[in-house]
């Protein structure tokens, strides 16, 4: 049985600097893979877009999960890798692609979470994955 060590989530490559350079500490996105995360775990970083692979990785500290990830803001200021307003603009984009798939029903609203890190180490060569890492991310295991 493999046991889950930590999580990958895709980050476009113009936005890898602010972990490694810029100290940022807090990771956003909507809640995709995230049920078997546990402080401890690492997270590492896959590099999309251009230059893909793992970057660098951190060590989770703690876990938020709130359906306004602009609340993260009040929580964590600017520790967070994103902008308030490049956050709002992801909301949007969302939002509008919720309303393209046609449902009776009212869109589930994803919960957000946060994971804050420590130990936020940049690798010397990019590595290559052994398996695709999709948008929503994906558990690690060993």
């Known amino acids: 049985m493999s046991t889950i060590t930590g999580v990958t989530f895709p980050v476009p490559k113009h936005l890898m600097p602010r972990f490694f350079a810029e100290g940022k500490t807090v990771f956003i996105k ?13 997270l590492v ?12 990785e951190a060590t989770i500290k703690r ?16 520790a967070i890798f994103l902008t308030k307003e490049e956050a709002k603009a992801y909301v949007e984009n969302q939002e509008r692609w919720q309303g393209v798939r046609v449902r009776k029903e009212a869109p589930r609203k994803r919960p957000w979470m946060a994971l804050e890190l420590e130990d936020v180490q940049k690798y010397d060569t990019v590595k290559k994955p052994e398996r695709f890492v999709p948008v929503g991310g994906r558990y690690l295991k060993e």
């Open 30 to 42: 909507p809640a995709t893979v995230f049920k078997e995360l546990k402080p401890g775990m690492k």
């Open 63 to 78: 876990i938020v999960i709130d359906d306004d990830p602009l609340a993260f803001f009040e929580t964590f200021g600017d």
């Open 45 to 56: 970083f896959y590099q999309s877009h251009e230059d893909t692979g793992y970057v660098g």
